[in-house]
């Protein structure tokens, strides 16, 4: 039994939200178990705040108009030993710059969901020659070549089928990508009642992320050309306030609109179906929701890749313009009640931030001294 109090560092980077959700459901399934401190951190916090916000703007403006570049780099550093100079480079920096931030934190297990933080963490361990345990939760249903790092521990992973990615003698546990509480673990009757959606109605979810990069009005246009009489338009926006007032605007009668809201779980589990894009997090919320999934024009990279396993694996769908979309909601639209509710659960790991969560405490009571 360990007797001092548990330091729990989990490390992030807010590229994408997701590495950010999942390390926030991890915080949270261990602020429930007792003698244990959990710190969040950012790499992002290493540098100046000034670099991290251009380095955002940076990159969402490579994904909206020039995919192509990032389609590029991500092959780039995912082929081969080739990009590893670069990867040594960033994370070195990072590693000196985030020094006091870690000797701070004086953890005894550091938990990183995105692979810059692993790379920061496999260097500090190798220049401290220190034996702290450090494990990976690769939070995509694909695994990038810059997240095998030597001195990684363990790694968390979406699935079994990806333990191939890894060398034989690397631990793999394929516990599913963390989730926050509430998703698996609500009724749909009892969230279409609290949302004032009627038992008959077929709810369709437009789901693009803060960013929006999923173009809702687009796609609400040609849903609303053909529109099935029972089917009800849904839209969560997150902080994009532009994308929201200009749905509330041109579709005021037609799409139900959600801004920023900690209802998502209730939301997404009393749906029927969604429209989104193929980030690892958001995907896996909606398995573990039991929606049948509408992948829009997945961008190149890990999204693709998580696109291509989810139609391979778990029953998505890939659309790549917004008539494919309205021609597969409208059949979706046709099946019964029981067709859309018998099938995706079990692909689904709502569990999976505690099984992490056991799993790191029961390996820390071997490592830690009593």
């Given at each position: 039994?360990i007797?001092?109090k548990i330091?729990?560092?989990l490390l992030s980077?807010p590229?994408?939200?997701?590495?950010?959700?999942a390390?926030?459901?991890l915080?949270e399934t261990?602020e429930?178990?007792?003698?244990?401190?959990?710190i969040h951190?950012?790499v992002?916090?290493?540098?100046?705040?000034?670099?991290?916000?251009?380095?955002?703007?940076v990159?969402l403006?490579?994904l909206?108009a020039?995919?192509?570049l990032?389609?590029?780099?991500y092959?780039?550093?995912n082929?081969g030993?080739?990009?590893l100079?670069m990867?040594?480079?960033i994370?070195?920096?990072?590693a000196y710059l985030?020094?006091?931030f870690?000797?701070?934190a004086a953890p005894d297990?550091?938990?990183?969901?995105?692979?810059t933080?692993?790379?920061?963490?496999?260097?500090?361990?190798r220049?401290n020659?220190?034996?702290?345990?450090l494990?990976?939760?690769?939070?995509?249903f694909?695994?990038h070549?810059?997240?095998?790092c030597d001195g990684v521990d363990?790694?968390f992973?979406?699935?079994e089928?990806l333990?191939?990615k890894?060398?034989?003698e690397q631990?793999?546990v394929?516990?599913?990508?963390p989730?926050r509480?509430g998703?698996?673990n609500?009724e749909k009757?009892t969230?279409?009642k609290?949302?004032?959606?009627?038992k008959?109605?077929k709810?369709?979810?437009?789901?693009?992320g803060g960013?929006g990069?999923?173009?809702?009005e687009?796609?609400?246009t040609?849903?609303?050309k053909n529109?099935p009489?029972?089917?009800?338009l849904?839209a969560?926006?997150?902080?994009?306030q532009?994308?929201?007032?200009?749905l509330k605007?041109?579709?005021a009668?037609?799409?139900e609109?959600?801004?920023?809201?900690?209802?998502?779980?209730?939301?997404?589990?009393?749906a029927?179906m969604?429209i989104s894009k193929?980030g690892?997090?958001?995907s896996?919320e909606?398995?573990?929701?039991?929606l049948?999934f509408?992948?829009?024009?997945?961008?190149?990279?890990?999204?693709e890749n998580?696109?291509?396993?989810?139609a391979n694996?778990?029953e998505?769908?890939?659309?790549?313009s917004t008539?494919?979309i309205?021609?597969?909601?409208?059949?979706?639209?046709?099946y019964?009640?029981e067709?859309?509710?018998?099938g995706?659960?079990?692909?689904?790991?709502?569990?999976?931030?505690?099984?992490?969560?056991?799993f790191?405490?029961k390996r820390?009571?071997?490592?830690l001294?009593?």
């Open positions: 039994m007797n001092k330091k729990v560092l980077a590229i994408g939200s997701g590495h950010r959700l390390a926030e459901a915080k261990f429930n178990k007792e003698n244990i401190e959990v951190g950012n992002f916090n290493f540098f100046p705040q000034i670099l991290g916000k251009t380095f955002l703007k990159y403006w490579i909206g020039c995919p192509w990032y389609e590029a780099m092959k780039w550093g082929k030993e080739g990009s100079w990867r040594s480079l994370n070195g920096a990072l985030g020094e006091g870690i000797k701070k297990v550091v938990i990183a969901t995105h692979a933080p692993a790379g920061i963490m496999s260097i500090c361990k220049r020659k220190t034996n702290l345990y494990c990976g939760v690769i939070t995509d694909t695994v070549r810059w997240w095998l363990t790694y992973i979406a699935d089928r333990k191939e890894f060398p034989k631990e793999t394929a516990t599913g990508i989730l509480a998703f698996g609500l009757v969230c279409r609290e949302l004032n959606w009627k008959e109605d709810i369709c979810l437009l789901m693009g960013e990069l999923l173009p809702m687009e796609i609400v040609q849903l609303l529109k009489h029972n089917l009800r849904v969560l926006t997150g902080n994009n532009n994308l929201t007032k200009a605007t041109k579709f009668n037609s799409v609109v959600f801004s920023y809201t900690d209802k998502v779980p209730q939301i997404m589990c009393g029927d969604i193929a690892g997090v958001s896996a909606v398995l573990a929701s039991n049948e509408i992948i829009y024009k997945p961008l190149p990279g890990q999204e998580n696109a291509k396993f989810l694996y778990c998505a769908t890939i659309a790549n008539e494919e309205a021609q597969k909601v409208q059949a979706m639209c046709l019964n009640e067709k859309l509710s018998q995706k659960r079990f692909y689904g790991k709502p569990s999976a931030s505690k099984e992490v969560c056991n790191v405490l820390l009571k071997n490592i001294p009593s």
